[in-house]
Nanobody
């Protein structure tokens, strides 16, 4: 079981930026595929972006022009840089760690985009 702690959420105006961070407590962090997901009220959890153990990335189509996922294997962290935020980006953002069929989740961090 990987322990994940997200930070960096908050209230931001439309058009603004936020950088989310996720700290992982695991000895082989570099072997995990790390991802960000989000869940808006009344909606299912959806993929935002994934960075694989080799560094390749995948994004949801609606976010790949505005969001950037990155990882720091030396410090067991994964980041999500979110730019040009919109009201519809309001959600709880969750960090995920996956290896094989095992997937762990953080508690989530709230992002609210509102004027």
């Amino acid at each position: 079981q990987v322990q994940l702690v997200e930070s960096g959420g908050g209230l931001v105006q439309p058009g603004g930026s936020l950088r989310l961070s996720c700290a992982a407590s695991v000895s082989s962090f570099g072997s995990y595929a790390m991802g960000w997901y989000r869940q808006a009220p009344g909606k299912q959890r959806e993929l935002v972006a994934i960075v694989n153990s080799g560094g390749s990335t995948n994004y949801a189509d609606t976010m790949k022009e505005r969001f950037i996922i990155s990882r720091d294997n030396a410090n067991n962290r994964v980041f999500l840089q979110m730019n040009s935020l919109k009201a519809e980006d309001t959600a709880v953002y969750y960090c995920s760690a996956r290896m094989g069929w095992a997937q762990s989740w953080g508690q989530g961090t709230q992002v609210t985009v509102s004027s």
